[in-house]
């Protein structure tokens, strides 16, 4: 009878790390949409093989971002020679997303430009002139999964 209850407890401690073993988490995609008018660019991702825990999953999108930051004057023109600003450096989101019945997770993270402490002279505001964005990624921080979104994502508002 002890040896039925032991092998019983086995099997039932086994189940469960056989069914965590199973689980094999990893992008199906990785996409980068932007910079939209505001120079933020959205990272989007699909992570499968994650059990089906129904567990929140955490998420960090990052990316080395480039931004240049210029004086305009209050009639929407440059001086001759504007007053600029070059702001780079590494950027990122992190948020939550809850994992679906069936293992996934589809989701979305906004990176925004890296910020400017351009001071301007009166009758003028900084705006932003031009961004880029390289080195893209999209990891998941609760397992350790990383999909690298190849190339560089720019955009020109104002040729300074």
């Known amino acids: 009878m002890r040896r039925i209850a032991l092998l019983a407890l086995l099997l039932m401690a086994a189940i469960p790390a056989a069914t965590a073993s199973a689980d094999s988490p990893n992008f199906k995609s990785a996409t980068a949409t932007g910079p ?15 059990g089906n825990t129904g567990n929140p999953v955490g998420y960090t999108a990052s990316a080395d971002a480039n931004a240049l930051y210029a004086c305009q004057n209050n009639g929407g023109n440059f001086p001759t020679d504007p007053k600029k600003q070059s702001a780079t450096g ?71």
């Open 36 to 50: 939209d008018g505001s120079g933020n660019l959205t990272v989007n991702f699909r992570e499968t093989g994650l």
């Open 90 to 160: 590494p950027v990122s989101k992190s948020g939550t997303f809850p994992s679906g019945k069936n293992g996934n997770v589809t989701g979305s993270l906004t990176l925004n430009p890296p910020p400017s402490t351009l001071s301007c002279p009166g009758g003028q505001h900084p705006v932003l002139a031009s961004i880029s964005y390289t080195n893209v990624k999209i990891c998941d921080t609760d397992h350790n999964v990383c999909a690298s979104i190849p190339g560089t994502f720019s955009r020109v508002f104002f040729v300074v």
